[in-house]
């Protein structure tokens, strides 16, 4: 059973890394939502684009803008 050692050291690890304190625990959950509300919003934002390609007002706008 050597995985066991190994996986306890590396829960023992984690634990006193970002759960054993409830500011670093809090502090570790707010910053994780973050980090994934910008990525995901990129990621959508991207998506979004290239189904929209020529339809948006920032591809069609030299169209219709004075020079």
Known sequence: MPAAGASSGITRTIYNT?????????????????LFNVGFDKVTDKVWDDLNKGKQWKDIKHKYEDQ
């Open 18 to 34: 970002f759960f054993k304190r409830n500011s670093v625990f809090v502090t570790t959950i707010f910053a994780g939502a973050l």
